[in-house]
């Protein structure tokens, strides 16, 4: 049973999954969209959700905390001087997923992760 357990774990190992979920939100900060599977989108939005968080709260503390998570100091950057300013006003809700058709190779369900 899998009572209590958030998260998915994508058949990763630990450090293998922290690392690709990593690396999945600091491109699509930088990007401001990505095309990959639904899980890895699900997942993506809600650590990206909380990295535009802490570049609208703009301290050197959630600096700090968006620095150790994030794999670019220049994307680091862009959330505090761009997308932290951009959302100030908006309760949360940055990012829209759209389910698109499933991938020809090996039916895999995708997704369009985008900024609002």
Do not use: C, W
Request: proline share 3%.
């Amino acid at each position: 049973m899998r009572h209590r357990v958030a998260g998915r774990h994508l058949s990763r190992p630990t450090n293998q999954r922290r690392a690709l979920y990593r690396q999945l939100v600091t491109d699509f900060l930088r990007h401001g969209m990505m095309v990959t599977t639904e899980a890895k989108a699900k997942e993506t939005k809600g650590m990206a959700e909380k990295i535009i968080t802490l570049g609208k709260k703009g301290s050197v503390h959630a600096r700090r905390q968006a620095a150790a998570f994030l794999l670019d100091t220049k994307v680091v950057s862009k959330v505090f001087a761009e997308l932290g300013p951009r959302y100030a006003q908006r309760p949360g809700g940055y990012t829209r997923l759209t389910r698109l058709p499933a991938r020809h190779g090996d039916g895999a369900a995708m997704a369009h992760l985008e900024l609002v």
